[in-house]
């Protein structure tokens, strides 16, 4: 199949500079349901560590571990109450730093999920943010006036349905939250709130994580002039109430790039580190999350083989149309699950039973040897 990429898109191996995120097979690791030490019934980081040398022996280079802040945990941990800090339920901060260093005696590299979109309801910016108007964090999130008719301001809708806009009584305005109500999105235009969240990228840093994978980056800007999000035409009945509207001024803003390459900058003041984006964009709109002159994310997620048709035409051509797009010298990836979706065993076997599923699962360990030579 490469020889169907335009050669002026292709990246090529030899010219340049080998990184370990490069080659490596990413593990993602739920703590919760992954490895219960202490018999509690939950997962937790000691859990994690006691099973390194198992994903080694996998062939595991790196592991991707979700959400371990404190949290209420109203959306399994994307709604964080602390983000320098582990939940109790998972363990300390010094499980963490031995985790980190049984890793790196083993050869592990470890990736931190960062949430930087919103916080939990109960993170004390935000209980200070809607204690009063006139409070130092007021700013940190985004409060707006009801409309005309004591509505939400626009008509911007939450990706788990309904209005993107929850009204606060003791305040009376109304603050955005683009997931649940328990998750108010963070006012990234103001200068304090990216100090503070890239403090945190910092504190784990300096603890020795090897990267972040960022929750939700295409969507941390959104339309400082609060304009309604138009009509999507291809809106079908059966589709979700989110798709009702194209999410132009909620999404993928401009302003969005300068935060990604202030993030890489942060990150490239450690060395060795992997800054991944989770972006669901077409390619077009997904590689210009590289950044300019690719100072931006290191790998903005590619998710087209989790939906995809599993065919060789139909991959040939899914391969060709990104590998054109690249910018010269990115890196390309492919992610072949998340905690999102299925395994991939389940997706691609069907309904026809086991064996299936282990042609299926055979036939996606071919298509990974395949897509990392």
């Given at each position: 199949m490469e020889d169907d990429v335009p050669a002026g898109n292709r990246t090529s191996v030899s010219s340049i500079e080998e990184h370990w995120w490069q080659r490596g097979v990413v593990y993602q690791i739920y703590p919760r349901s992954f490895a219960d030490s202490n018999g509690d019934g939950i997962g937790d980081v000691p859990g994690i560590t006691g099973r390194l040398d198992h994903l080694v022996g996998l062939g595991v280079d790196a592991l991707w571990v979700s959400p371990m802040y404190p949290s209420p945990m109203a959306d399994f941990g994307y709604d964080v109450a602390d983000y320098c800090n582990v939940d109790p339920m998972f363990g300390t901060l010094a499980d963490v730093d031995r985790l980190i260093a049984a890793a790196h005696a083993r050869g592990l590299k470890l990736i931190f999920d960062f949430v930087p979109n919103h916080s939990s309801d109960a993170h004390p910016w935000f209980r200070e943010s809607r204690a009063s108007r006139e409070t130092s964090k007021r700013d940190w999130y985004i409060w707006r006036d009801p409309a005309a008719d004591g509505?939400?301001?626009?008509?911007?809708?939450?990706?788990?349905?309904?209005?993107?806009?929850?009204?606060?009584?003791?305040?009376?305005?109304?603050?955005?939250?683009?997931?649940?109500?328990?998750?108010?999105?963070?006012?990234?235009?103001?200068?304090?709130?990216?100090?503070?969240?890239?403090?945190?990228?910092?504190?784990?840093?300096?603890?020795?994580?090897?990267?972040?994978?960022?929750?939700?980056?295409?969507?941390?800007?959104?339309?400082?002039?609060?304009?309604?999000?138009?009509?999507?035409?291809?809106?079908?009945?059966?589709?979700?109430?989110?798709?009702?509207?194209?999410?132009?001024?909620?999404?993928?803003?401009?302003?969005?790039?300068?935060?990604?390459?202030?993030?890489?900058?942060?990150?490239?003041?450690?060395?060795?580190?992997?800054?991944?984006?989770?972006?669901?964009?077409?390619?077009?709109?997904?590689?210009?999350?590289?950044?300019?002159?690719?100072?931006?994310?290191?790998?903005?997620?590619?998710?087209?083989?989790?939906?995809?048709?599993?065919?060789?035409?139909?991959?040939?051509?899914?391969?060709?149309?990104?590998?054109?797009?690249?910018?010269?010298?990115?890196?390309?990836?492919?992610?072949?699950?998340?905690?999102?979706?299925?395994?991939?065993?389940?997706?691609?076997?069907?309904?026809?039973?086991?064996?299936?599923?282990?042609?299926?699962?055979?036939?996606?360990?071919?298509?990974?040897?395949?897509?990392?030579?």
């Amino acid at each position: 199949m490469e020889d169907d990429v335009p050669a002026g898109n292709r990246t090529s191996v030899s010219s340049i500079e080998e990184h370990w995120w490069q080659r490596g097979v990413v593990y993602q690791i739920y703590p919760r349901s992954f490895a219960d030490s202490n018999g509690d019934g939950i997962g937790d980081v000691p859990g994690i560590t006691g099973r390194l040398d198992h994903l080694v022996g996998l062939g595991v280079d790196a592991l991707w571990v979700s959400p371990m802040y404190p949290s209420p945990m109203a959306d399994f941990g994307y709604d964080v109450a602390d983000y320098c800090n582990v939940d109790p339920m998972f363990g300390t901060l010094a499980d963490v730093d031995r985790l980190i260093a049984a890793a790196h005696a083993r050869g592990l590299k470890l990736i931190f999920d960062f949430v930087p979109n919103h916080s939990s309801d109960a993170h004390p910016w935000f209980r200070e943010s809607r204690a009063s108007r006139e409070t130092s964090k007021r700013d940190w999130y985004i409060w707006r006036d009801p409309a005309a008719d004591g509505g939400p301001p626009n008509n911007w809708l939450g990706h788990f349905g309904g209005s993107g806009w929850e009204w606060d009584a003791t305040t009376r305005q109304y603050y955005l939250h683009s997931f649940l109500r328990q998750q108010p999105d963070l006012n990234w235009r103001n200068p304090a709130v990216r100090a503070a969240m890239y403090d945190a990228l910092r504190f784990w840093l300096d603890r020795g994580v090897d990267g972040f994978r960022v929750d939700v980056l295409w969507l941390l800007i959104k339309d400082d002039k609060f304009r309604d999000n138009p009509p999507n035409p291809a809106y079908a009945p059966n589709r979700g109430s989110y798709d009702r509207l194209l999410p132009v001024y909620t999404a993928d803003r401009p302003e969005v790039q300068d935060i990604v390459a202030e993030m890489r900058a942060v990150l490239d003041g450690y060395g060795e580190r992997v800054l991944i984006g989770e972006i669901y964009l077409p390619i077009e709109r997904l590689v210009a999350y590289y950044g300019r002159d690719l100072k931006g994310a290191h790998l903005p997620f590619n998710f087209q083989l989790i939906d995809a048709p599993w065919s060789a035409p139909a991959l040939a051509a899914m391969i060709r149309e990104y590998e054109a797009a690249l910018p010269a010298g990115a890196w390309p990836n492919w992610v072949l699950g998340n905690h999102d979706k299925h395994r991939i065993a389940s997706r691609v076997g069907g309904r026809a039973g086991a064996c299936r599923s282990d042609a299926a699962a055979d036939a996606a360990g071919h298509t990974d040897a395949v897509l990392r030579r």
